[in-house]
């Protein structure tokens, strides 16, 4: 580099080019110093990554050419938006290969061209759609025996043995096989296409020496040869099963989406997008769950926890760290200028360790509740088709472990080596033993009978609940009470950043409290419930039946209402019990040293809770309104003027936010943060919406769809189940056919035409323009 800089001010410009970015900015040291080959980042990307996520979320590596993403905002920002931020360059290898190389793949024809994960709009949607079928919960249905038969006869082959590395024995081995069977490749021809599977990770996203490269050409192109030749095959009979043979027998009907370019690229990558992901997915989950011995031991006693404890994996520790897409346009990411032809890697595995999006993301938590937001599946259009089948068998080979190894143990002190690439992670090799005379099914064979489920949809949108018992309960004013809650075992609860809140789930119904305690107290969670005398029953309930010793269920914690750490100043405002959420903020501003007011108002000294504790904490930072004594907060007095990074965070009875709402309208937008129970909360906006109805014609049923309520989720409530994934118009699995009824059609799935034709439409999001609409489901 010092050579580059050197000839480069030789050559008379003054700059020293290797140091600033595409936009001429110069690269911080930090980014300079960036390797995504080392061994840093191989470990640990998050950790390795933690810097940026603090300092410079977006930055350029000089080293790679890229802008590398680190927020989980932007990183989501960038993955949703997929014209400005295109996929084109996904499966590009990140490493040119040399002359000599590339002579190698072009005498083996080597073609590689546009998939499903690298095409861009609107051919990519045109495909997708047409070949998603086959992964949906239904079809995978047909592979669960294959996948259950092939998990047990791999562990039926060492169960005794004592001591293997599970990644040579099975892990890399079933889901091949399962890919392999999953695409209809012939039994055959499955030996010599693993042989060369591992080549193409290498090729794409490696870093292979020069001599390394011409090897891995070769591989390569043996590869794409065998796959054309396994594809030929296919279709002198498509008849067979599998996603491939699928795909021959669309062509016909849509020879412009279905291309021949199409069906042998996908032939190759098809088996490393299948493969390798879950190989190294299962990998990485049983190593963290062996190492959070308490988890793995509370799995293995209830395997329904398993769904729930591989979506946290994942979120962990998801075996494709970084992905890739090039700038279309001039833009920005979180604020920072991209330039139209920027490569961008965004790291998913930063992205999942993001504390702004996960409390406490170093640690693995089986029951965390917001697992499911990770992004290693990606999101949007181009997230993950086959997430499902990766799902079935990592929970399944989770259940065959955990029923007839429950006992094994990883080999202390061995040392984990990865593949050094900047995509696909996961350790090459994972040692475990244990002692076959303790094997459960020696002394009680009925386990191997056990029938255990797979959850393909349910716990992967919230984590499971965990149990806690009530420790305490106090008076905290006229009509409130303070809760303090307790892992039932003593165990540490998760931690907690202000602003969460927890479920909890009563028999029929469950209630929405914000937690007020102490965040550094893991020892137990504190809520505050006031008695409503018209409420759903949640308050009454706990005032009048609630004693110590009970035991609850909670979900949660989550956090909708989060503090904005680049604030300058926070004005936080309460009403009533409004206060719990801003007492824990308020809390944690004056910890950390920040600037804040705390205006709290209630009808009187009795009625409001934790005024002792607010005064002796926060003393004159604290004004108190109460009604019954004539004081009230004239709130437009205190926002009369908008001031530069401050920021009003509020919580209180529905009067006195829209009051709030009224007073910043002249302020930046977003300067009043108000909470949310859900994180969809506003999407729908129900005073710009009208109802309407949906006909169904197949059923003959007619479903009401409120202003309020979108089509999914009223036709969910009338029992008609329709699959969805992003639930925002992103991903194209929500559509249903319309027979009738013009479609006021707010997705990003649909083209000009198809919108058109006015034949399909997203029940996620689109609406009807009139009183009705017909579907024909
Ligand atoms: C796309 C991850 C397993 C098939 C993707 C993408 C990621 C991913 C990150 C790109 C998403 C985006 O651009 O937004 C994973 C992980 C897996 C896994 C972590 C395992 C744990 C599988 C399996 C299949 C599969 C088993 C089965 C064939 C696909 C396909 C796409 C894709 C076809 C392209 C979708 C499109 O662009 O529309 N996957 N994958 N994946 N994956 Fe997976
Ligand atoms: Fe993704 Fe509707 S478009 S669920």
């Not at 960038?78 to 040119?96: C, G, H, M, Q, Y």
Request: proline letters at 6%.
């Amino acid at each position: 580099n010092a050579a580059t800089a050197a000839s480069a001010r030789a050559g008379g410009c003054p700059v020293d080019h290797s140091r600033l970015d595409p936009t001429g900015r110069p690269v911080s040291a930090d980014a300079a110093a960036f390797d995504p080959f080392g061994p840093a980042y191989l470990e640990d990307p998050a950790g390795a990554l933690r810097w940026a996520r603090e300092k410079e979320p977006v930055f350029y590596s000089p080293e790679l050419g890229y802008w590398v993403v680190t927020r989980y905002e932007d990183v989501k920002a960038v993955f949703r938006d997929n014209v400005t931020f295109s996929p084109s360059i996904a499966l590009e290898k990140i490493t040119p290969f040399s002359d000599e190389a590339n002579a190698v793949l072009k005498a083996h024809g080597y073609a590689m061209n546009r998939t499903l994960v690298n095409e861009d709009e609107p051919a990519h949607m045109l495909r997708r759609r047409a070949l998603q079928e086959p992964f949906t919960p239904e079809q995978l249905a047909h592979h669960e025996e294959l996948v259950r038969r092939l998990v047990r006869e791999h562990v039926d082959r060492f169960i005794d043995a004592g001591k293997v590395d599970l990644v040579s024995e099975m892990l890399f081995e079933v889901p091949l096989t399962v890919a392999l069977h999953f695409l209809g490749v012939p039994e055959e021809d499955m030996a010599t296409l693993r042989r060369y599977s591992v080549a193409h990770t290498v090729n794409t996203w490696g870093r292979p020496s020069p001599e390394e490269q011409v090897a891995v050409a070769e591989a390569v192109g043996k590869f794409w040869q065998y796959s054309g030749e396994v594809l030929e095959k296919m279709r002198r009979d498509p008849s067979g099963p599998g996603w491939m043979p699928y795909g021959i027998r669309k062509q016909p009907q849509m020879p412009d989406v279905i291309t021949d370019s199409y069906l042998h690229s996908m032939m190759m990558a098809g088996i490393v997008a299948a493969h390798e992901t879950t190989a190294l997915a299962t990998t990485n989950a049983l190593r963290l769950l062996l190492e959070n011995r308490g988890q793995w031991e509370e799995i293995c006693a209830d395997p329904s926890l398993i769904p729930a404890a591989v979506e946290e994996c994942l979120r962990f520790s998801g075996p494709i760290v970084a992905w890739r897409r090039i700038a279309t346009a001039d833009t920005e990411i979180g604020g920072v200028p991209i330039p139209k032809g920027a490569k961008l890697l965004i790291v998913q595995a930063s992205a999942n360790h993001d504390e702004r999006q996960f409390d406490d993301p170093d640690a693995l938590d089986i029951r965390r509740d917001t697992a499911g937001g990770h992004l290693s599946f990606g999101y949007g259009s181009h997230q993950c088709l086959g997430k499902h089948l990766a799902r079935m068998e990592m929970q399944i080979m989770l259940q065959e472990f955990t029923t007839r190894l429950p006992h094994m143990r990883l080999v202390p002190d061995q040392e984990f080596t990865y593949l050094p690439n900047t995509s696909f992670r996961g350790p090459e090799h994972l040692w475990v033993q244990w002692d076959p005379e303790q094997n459960p099914e020696r002394t009680d064979p009925s386990i191997l009978d056990r029938r255990l489920e797979v959850d393909l949809r349910g716990s992967t949108r919230r984590g499971v609940p965990r149990t806690v018992t009530v420790r305490r309960i106090d008076r905290e004013a006229d009509g409130i009470v303070r809760i303090t809650l307790a892992d039932p075992d003593g165990r540490l609860l998760p931690k907690w950043s202000p602003g969460s809140h927890v479920d909890l789930l009563f028999d029929e119904y469950s209630r929405q409290y914000s937690l007020c305690g102490d965040p550094d107290d893991r020892s137990c969670y504190q809520i505050a419930v006031r008695k409503e005398t018209d409420g759903r029953g949640g308050s009454r309930y706990v005032h009048e039946r609630l004693a110590v010793g009970d035991v609850l269920r909670l979900r949660g914690p989550r956090n909708h209402f989060r503090l904005d750490p680049d604030a300058r100043r926070y004005v936080f405002v309460a009403g009533g019990i409004g206060i719990t959420p801003i007492i824990a903020m308020a809390d944690h501003a004056r910890r950390t040293g920040r600037d804040y007011e705390i205006h709290y108002c209630g009808r009187s000294t009795d009625t409001m809770a934790f005024l002792d504790r607010l005064a002796r904490d926060h003393g004159d930072r604290l004004t108190v309104y109460r009604s019954a004594e004539g004081t009230r907060l004239d709130v437009a007095a205190l926002l009369a003027e908008p001031a530069e990074g401050v920021l009003v965070y509020a919580c209180g009875p529905q009067r006195l936010l829209d009051a709030l709402e009224e007073a910043t309208r002249h302020w930046p937008e977003d300067a009043l943060r108000v909470e949310h129970f859900t994180s969809d909360a506003g999407t729908l906006d129900p005073t710009k919406e009208h109802a309407f109805d949906v006909r169904l014609s197949e059923s003959g049923v007619t479903v009401h769809v409120p202003a309020d309520q979108t089509v999914l989720a009223a036709l969910r409530s009338a029992g008609v189940d329709v699959p969805s994934d992003c639930e925002e118009g992103l991903c194209g699995t929500c559509e249903v056919p319309v027979a009738e009824g013009e479609v006021d059609h707010r997705d990003l799935v649909l083209t000009k035409a198809e919108r058109a034709r006015g034949d399909r439409m997203m029940t996620c999001c689109s609406r009807a323009c009139g009183k009705a609409l017909t579907l024909r489901i």
